[in-house]
């Protein structure tokens, strides 16, 4: 009773402070009924097929209902509420209209003219952003019906603000523009489906639950790829939800392009999700500028950001018109458009074996990725032609201590693997990877055929992501912001939900 007193104490005066009161609570078994009868919490939104619920706690009450919340067996997390942001694009200079380096630089019209084709309708690239202006003269021969998850109807209009220039219908045009308008654009998938889901408002903010939603929606309509040029800093334990939803959407065999952020850090250092997610399905993209070099403000990465792409000064659809904006929000949509391209090529294709072939054969860049490379999309297609064996996944990091599985694309008969340094990584019959010690290794793979193939550099390394957004732990005893719950375990686990709660390192 008095630890409950006290508890009571603390939530007045977090009220006083004006902390934040919206959680979203992840069920095991039942839903938002536990809360029918319960004092301080307020049910907001309810979404049933991520088991999640969106509630509001009375400040007064906050650190009781907390602990009381990650105590019941029957809810799996709860996490602090946040928004995604569109990337925010950096200042760029200004350049003749619609001229598209880009495109050149990736080599998308050579790689048209080997594949004797610029995409399929069949291929639909969800873009999930601020909306799409659908009638845009570029875009409209393109674009399939798609939802709006910000204000809940069937109009996902891209609506600009002070904070968005038109960021999804940039992104869409970058995709898939058409290139049959005169002084148009055109995008890296010129034939494809695209399907406009907004969440994010004219602020470029969209809420985490809607995020949600629209990735299961994209699921539902069986879409091939999803392009997500957002995201936001925030701990894994708080970015929890989203990290399930791209998880379904690896399950359902969904590609996963997404930004790796402009803060011009490593995302191996910095939390960034869902950049940061991981999942083989999943492309983290790295901008690049028109001389192959990284831009000062594009986020890199060994061990978490895939590959890069131009994302400098692009020219695109914006709604109503064309311009140019820079950042690895343009970046995505080329590398969510040529993986388009593949599937258009060989419609069996995983997000594993795309993100591995545009590994092994992109170009060779001082940007700190996987691969150090930039896409090529005329190589991609060549691979893809002569059905050549690619090593799948091609280029990574292994934490020390866990396993790989390894594969082969377009082997014929059983396969033969081999670790180039045995002493930090070893690899069994069926292409297990064992990451023994720290250090970096290849893989080969031969065929039945005799043909051989070998990765690219497979690190074997801690990934040490953390940094803004990160839980605090809990207070140490005698500090004055201890924690007044008895248990330490709960204090750590409600510092990991709500980091500013006075007695959390900060």
């Known amino acids: 009773m008095l630890i409950r007193s006290f508890l009571l104490l603390v939530g007045l005066l977090l009220s006083a402070q004006g902390y934040a009161t919206e959680y979203v609570v992840k069920h095991k078994y039942s839903g938002p009924?536990?809360?029918?009868?319960?004092?301080?919490?307020?049910?907001?939104?309810v979404y049933d097929r991520g088991q999640l619920t969106k509630i509001k706690i009375d400040p007064r009450y906050e650190v009781e209902v907390l602990a009381e919340l990650v105590s019941d067996p029957s809810i799996e997390y709860v996490v602090k509420n946040f928004q995604f942001y569109a990337i925010k694009n950096p200042p760029i200079t200004e350049q003749a209209l619609r001229k598209q380096w880009a495109i050149d630089k990736v080599n998308a019209q050579e790689a048209w003219g080997k594949a004797r084709h610029r995409?399929?309708?069949?291929?639909?690239?969800?873009?999930i952003d601020t909306g799409v202006d659908y009638r845009h003269e570029s875009l409209s021969p393109n674009?399939?019906?798609?939802y709006d998850f910000k204000d809940k109807d069937n109009d996902p209009m891209d609506e600009t603000g002070g904070q968005n220039p038109g960021h999804g219908t940039h992104c869409a045009g970058i995709v898939g523009a058409t290139g049959l308008i005169d002084g148009g654009v055109i995008g890296?998938?010129?034939?494809?489906?695209?399907?406009?889901?907004?969440?994010?408002?004219?602020?470029?903010?969209?809420?985490?639950?809607?995020?949600?939603?629209?990735?299961?929606?994209?699921?539902?309509k069986k879409v091939d790829i999803i392009s997500a040029s957002w995201g936001a800093s925030v701990s894994p334990q708080q970015a929890q939800p989203i990290i399930d939803a791209v998880k379904r959407a690896d399950d359902a065999g969904i590609i996963f392009v997404v930004a790796a952020a402009?803060?011009?850090?490593?995302?191996d250092r910095y939390n960034m999700y869902p950049a940061n997610v991981n999942t083989p399905n999943l492309i983290s993209v790295a901008a690049s500028n028109s001389s192959d070099g990284k831009p000062s403000w594009s986020n890199y990465g060994k061990a978490l950001v895939s590959l890069a792409a131009p994302g400098e000064g692009i020219m695109s659809t914006l709604p109503g018109r064309y311009g140019e904006l820079s950042g690895t929000s343009m970046a995505t949509p080329?590398?969510?458009?040529?993986?388009?391209?593949?599937?258009?090529q060989d419609s069996s294709l995983t997000g594993a074996q795309v993100k591995a072939v545009l590994q092994a054969t992109g170009a060779k860049v001082n940007i700190e990725t996987n691969c150090n490379c930039r896409v090529d999309a005329a190589k991609a297609i060549d691979t893809l032609i002569a059905k050549d064996l690619v090593v799948v996944p091609n280029a990574m990091t292994v934490e020390p201590?866990?396993?790989?599985?390894?594969?082969a694309l377009y082997a014929?008969?059983?396969?033969?693997?081999k670790s180039s340094n045995p002493s930090v990584a070893t690899i069994d019959a069926n292409g297990l990877l064992k990451a023994v010690s720290e250090g970096s290794t290849q893989v080969s793979v031969t065929d039945a055929s005799g043909r051989t193939a070998t990765s690219l550099e497979i690190r074997i390394a801690k990934i040490n992501s953390g940094g803004p957004g990160g839980p605090g732990g809990p207070g140490n005893p005698g500090d004055p912001g201890q924690c007044p719950i008895p248990d330490p375990q709960t204090c750590e686990t409600l510092c990991g939900i709500s980091p500013n709660l006075p007695w959390c390192n900060q």
């Open 401 to 407: 201590g866990n396993s790989q599985q390894f594969s």
């Open 33 to 45: 009924a536990i809360f029918s009868q319960s004092v301080g919490i307020q049910v907001a939104d």
């Open 188 to 220: 890296m998938s010129p034939t494809v489906s695209i399907m406009p889901l907004r969440f994010l408002g004219a602020n470029g903010g969209g809420d985490l639950m809607d995020g949600v939603r629209a990735i299961d929606y994209a699921i539902e």
């Open 119 to 127: 995409g399929s309708k069949n291929v639909v690239v969800a873009v």
């Open 334 to 344: 080329l590398v969510a458009g040529l993986a388009a391209l593949l599937k258009a």
């Open 143 to 146: 674009m399939v019906p798609g």
């Open 262 to 267: 402009n803060d011009g850090k490593s995302n």
């Open 412 to 417: 014929s008969g059983s396969l033969t693997y």
